[in-house]
C-alpha cells in the first residue's frame, strides 16, 4: 500500500530542500529582528509620528494574510515597479517584513516588562540614552521574551512553506513535485512532514539550552 | 553644593511638593525623614532630576536646571555627574556581574579604560568588604550584599555627593547593619550625603543635619540631637509617637 521505493531516488532531492527551508527562515528571522527591534523602538520612543507609523505598520502586516503579502511583493510589486525579484528574494523580504511586525511587539512587551527602576539607575549613572537601550534594557527584553521569540522563529519556519506556492524550491515545494511526478502524495509528504517536525523540534530544544544558559548566568 | 528653590511637584492633580527649599553644604549629612507619601523620594529625586520639577530651579555645583525652561539635557548630565545615588531595591543590573556593574559606567561614560575601572573596582569591593565577589552575579547575593555593591557601584563615578532613599528598607534585619557601616564610613571620609531613611539610631548618630517632612513640605530643619529631644512642631512630635 505505501510505496517507499517508489520515491526513495527522490528522497535526497526532498531532504535537500531542507537546507533551502532553513535558509529561508534563519535570513528572515534576522531580518525581522532587525526590523523588529527598529520598530520597537519606534513604539517606546517619543517621537509620536514614529510611534504612530510603526503602530501602522504593525496593524497591516498582522492585519492581513501572509499569502496575501507574498503575492504583493512577488507578483504586484514588479507590475507597480518595474523591479522583479526572484522567489527566493520575493520570500526572504516577504517573511522578514512580516516578523518584523511581530517580533516588534514581542520586543516591545519585553521592553516594558523590564523594571523602571533599571532605566534609573541608568540615569543616575549617566549613562546616555541609547546605551542605556542597547546595553541595559534591550538584552534584559530579549532574555524576558526568548520564549515568544523561538515561538516567532517557528511560526516562521512553517509558514515558509508558502513560498511553495511562487516557485521557491524548499521542503515543501520540493515534496510537491515528488508528488506531481510519482503520483503518490502519502510518501513524499510524510518525507517533507517528519522534516518539518524535526526541525521544530530541533530549534525548541536549542532554545531551552540557550534559555537554561541565560537564566543561570 | 546643592541648592533647591521653590521646588514644587505635581503628579496630575496631585501636588506633592510645595515650595521647597533646600540648601546642602559640602560634607554636611542630612537626614530626611517623615510619615510615608510625605515626598521625602520625590524630593531627594528631584535633586538628581530622575523626577522633574514642575517649578523651581535646581542647583548642583554651578550647573543649574531650571523648571521652566524645557529639557536641558546637558544640565542634566552635569548635575547627574556629580550626583550618585543608591535606591530602596539596589536595581543592579542583573545580565552583568558585579565587576561589570562596576565597571559598566567608568568605562562607558568617564571613559576610563577597561584595566583602570576593574582596580578601581576591586579598590571599591574591599572597601564595602565584597572583595571576593566580583564575578557572582546580583541574584547570587543576599540583600546586603546587593546593597553594598549598588553603593560601589555608585562610588565608582566618583559623585561629591550621595543620595539613599531608605536603602535598608527592603533589606532583612540582620542585614541592616553591615549596610549602614559602609555609610557611616562614607560619612566618616567627609562624603556630602542626603538621606531618606527610617533608621531612627542611624540619623542621630550619624546626620549632621535632619529634616522632617510632612506633605510636601520641610517642616523642621534641625539637629538631630535637638529633634529627638523635642521636636518642635506637633506633627513632628505625633510621627516620633508613633515610631516609638
Ligand atoms: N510617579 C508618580 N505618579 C503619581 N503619583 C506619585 C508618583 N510618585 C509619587 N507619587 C505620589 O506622591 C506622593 C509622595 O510620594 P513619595 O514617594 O515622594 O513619598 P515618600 O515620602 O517617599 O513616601 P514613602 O516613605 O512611602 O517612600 C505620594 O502620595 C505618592 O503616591
Ligand atoms: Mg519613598
Same mark, same amino acid.
Given at each position: 500500500?505505501?510505496?517507499?521505493?517508489?520515491?526513495?531516488?527522490?528522497?535526497?532531492?526532498?531532504?535537500?530542500?531542507?537546507?533551502?527551508?532553513?535558509?529561508?527562515?534563519?535570513?528572515?528571522?534576522?531580518?525581522?529582528?532587525?526590523?523588529?527591534?527598529?520598530?520597537?523602538?519606534?513604539?517606546?520612543?517619543?517621537?509620536?509620528?514614529?510611534?504612530?507609523?510603526?503602530?501602522?505598520?504593525?496593524?497591516?502586516?498582522?492585519?492581513?494574510?501572509?499569502?496575501?503579502?507574498?503575492?504583493?511583493?512577488?507578483?504586484?510589486? =514588479?507590475?507597480?515597479?518595474?523591479?522583479?525579484?526572484?522567489?527566493?528574494?520575493?520570500?526572504?523580504?516577504?517573511?522578514?517584513?512580516?516578523?518584523?511586525?511581530?517580533?516588534?511587539?514581542?520586543?516591545?512587551?519585553?521592553?516594558?516588562?523590564?523594571?523602571?527602576?533599571?532605566?534609573?539607575?541608568?540615569?543616575?549613572?549617566?549613562?546616555?540614552?541609547?546605551?542605556?537601550?542597547?546595553?541595559?534594557?534591550?538584552?534584559?527584553?530579549?532574555?524576558?521574551?526568548? =520564549?515568544?521569540?523561538?515561538?516567532?522563529?517557528?511560526?516562521?519556519?512553517? &509558514?515558509?512553506?508558502?513560498?511553495?506556492?511562487?516557485?521557491?524550491?524548499?521542503?515543501?515545494?520540493?515534496?510537491?513535485?515528488?508528488?506531481?511526478?510519482?503520483?503518490?502524495?502519502?510518501?513524499?509528504?510524510?518525507?517533507?512532514?517528519?522534516?518539518?517536525?524535526?526541525?521544530?523540534?530541533?530549534?525548541?530544544?536549542?532554545?531551552?539550552?540557550? &534559555?537554561?544558559?541565560?537564566?543561570?548566568? | 553644593?546643592?541648592?533647591?528653590?521653590?521646588?514644587?511637584?505635581?503628579?496630575?492633580?496631585?501636588?506633592?511638593?510645595?515650595?521647597?527649599?533646600?540648601?546642602?553644604?559640602?560634607?554636611?549629612?542630612?537626614?530626611?525623614?517623615?510619615?510615608?507619601?510625605?515626598?521625602?523620594?520625590?524630593?531627594?529625586?528631584?535633586?538628581?532630576?530622575?523626577?522633574?520639577?514642575?517649578?523651581?530651579?535646581?542647583?548642583?555645583?554651578?550647573?543649574?536646571?531650571?523648571?521652566?525652561?524645557?529639557?536641558?539635557?546637558?544640565?542634566?548630565?552635569?548635575?547627574?555627574?556629580?550626583?550618585?545615588?543608591?535606591?530602596?531595591?539596589?536595581?543592579?543590573? #542583573?545580565?552583568?556581574?558585579?565587576?561589570?556593574?562596576?565597571?559598566?559606567? #567608568?568605562?562607558?561614560?568617564?571613559?576610563?579604560?577597561?584595566?583602570?575601572?576593574?582596580?578601581?573596582?576591586?579598590?571599591?569591593?574591599?572597601?564595602?568588604?565584597?572583595?571576593?565577589?566580583?564575578?557572582?552575579?546580583?541574584?547570587?547575593?543576599?540583600?546586603?550584599?546587593?546593597?553594598?555593591?549598588?553603593?560601589?557601584?555608585?562610588?565608582?563615578?566618583? =559623585?561629591?555627593?550621595?543620595?539613599?532613599?531608605? #536603602?535598608?528598607?527592603?533589606?532583612?534585619?540582620?542585614?541592616?547593619?553591615?549596610?549602614?557601616?559602609?555609610?557611616?564610613?562614607?560619612?566618616?571620609?567627609?562624603?556630602?550625603?542626603?538621606?531618606?531613611?527610617?533608621?531612627?539610631?542611624?540619623?542621630?548618630?550619624?546626620?549632621?543635619?535632619?529634616?522632617?517632612?510632612?506633605?510636601?513640605?520641610?517642616?523642621?530643619?534641625?539637629?538631630?540631637?535637638?529633634?529627638?529631644?523635642?521636636?518642635?512642631?506637633?506633627?513632628?512630635?505625633?510621627?516620633?509617637?508613633?515610631?516609638?
Amino acid at each position: 500500500m505505501f510505496h517507499f521505493d517508489l520515491i526513495a531516488p527522490s528522497i535526497p532531492f526532498i531532504l535537500e530542500g531542507v537546507l533551502v527551508t532553513l535558509q529561508y527562515t534563519l535570513i528572515s528571522v534576522c531580518g525581522g529582528l532587525v526590523l523588529g527591534a527598529l520598530l520597537a523602538l519606534c513604539k517606546v520612543g517619543k517621537s509620536l509620528t514614529l510611534q504612530w507609523f510603526a503602530a501602522g505598520y504593525t496593524s497591516i502586516f498582522r492585519g492581513t494574510p501572509l499569502l496575501l503579502q507574498l503575492g504583493m511583493i512577488y507578483y504586484a510589486l =514588479p507590475t507597480l515597479t518595474g523591479l522583479t525579484l526572484s522567489p527566493f528574494m520575493a520570500g526572504i523580504l516577504t517573511f522578514s517584513l512580516n516578523s518584523g511586525a511581530y517580533i516588534s511587539e514581542i520586543l516591545k512587551a519585553g521592553i516594558a516588562g523590564v523594571d523602571k527602576g533599571q532605566r534609573e539607575a541608568a540615569l543616575s549613572l549617566n549613562i546616555p540614552q541609547y546605551k542605556i537601550m542597547r546595553d541595559i534594557i534591550l538584552p534584559q527584553a530579549t532574555r524576558n521574551v526568548l =520564549p515568544s521569540l523561538v515561538n516567532e522563529i517557528v511560526d516562521l519556519l512553517k &509558514e515558509s512553506a508558502l513560498v511553495s506556492v511562487i516557485g521557491g524550491t524548499d521542503l515543501m515545494r520540493r515534496a510537491n513535485l515528488v508528488a506531481a511526478e510519482k503520483y503518490l502524495y502519502f510518501e513524499p509528504l510524510l518525507v517533507a512532514g517528519c522534516c518539518y517536525y524535526i526541525l521544530v523540534l530541533a530549534l525548541t530544544s536549542l532554545a531551552k539550552v540557550l &534559555e537554561r544558559k541565560l537564566a543561570t548566568p | 553644593m546643592i541648592e533647591l528653590k521653590y521646588i514644587s511637584k505635581s503628579f496630575g492633580p496631585l501636588t506633592v511638593l510645595h515650595d521647597v527649599n533646600l540648601k546642602v553644604k559640602p560634607q554636611e549629612i542630612v537626614v530626611l525623614i517623615g510619615p510615608s507619601g510625605s515626598g521625602k523620594s520625590t524630593l531627594l529625586r528631584s535633586i538628581n532630576l530622575l523626577e522633574l520639577p514642575s517649578h523651581g530651579s535646581v542647583r548642583v555645583g554651578d550647573a543649574v536646571y531650571h523648571a521652566v525652561q524645557g529639557p536641558q539635557e546637558k544640565v542634566k548630565q552635569a548635575i547627574r555627574k556629580r550626583i550618585g545615588m543608591v535606591f530602596q531595591n539596589f536595581h543592579l543590573f #542583573p545580565h552583568m556581574s558585579v565587576l561589570e556593574n562596576l565597571t559598566y559606567g #567608568p568605562v562607558q561614560v568617564l571613559g576610563l579604560t577597561t584595566e583602570q575601572a576593574e582596580a578601581e573596582a576591586f579598590a571599591l569591593l574591599d572597601r564595602v568588604g565584597l572583595k571576593d565577589k566580583p564575578q557572582a552575579y546580583p541574584l547570587q547575593l543576599s540583600g546586603g550584599q546587593k546593597q553594598r555593591v549598588a553603593i560601589a557601584r555608585a562610588l565608582a563615578m566618583k =559623585p561629591d555627593v550621595m543620595l539613599f532613599d531608605e #536603602p535598608t528598607s527592603s533589606l532583612d534585619p540582620e542585614m541592616v547593619k553591615e549596610v549602614l557601616d559602609v555609610m557611616r564610613e562614607l560619612a566618616q571620609k567627609s562624603m556630602t550625603m542626603v538621606v531618606v531613611t527610617h533608621e531612627m539610631r542611624f540619623a542621630q548618630a550619624v546626620a549632621s543635619r535632619l529634616l522632617f517632612m510632612d506633605q510636601g513640605r520641610i517642616l523642621e530643619d534641625t539637629t538631630p540631637k535637638a529633634f529627638f529631644k523635642m521636636p518642635a512642631t506637633v506633627r513632628a512630635q505625633a510621627f516620633l509617637d508613633r515610631l516609638v
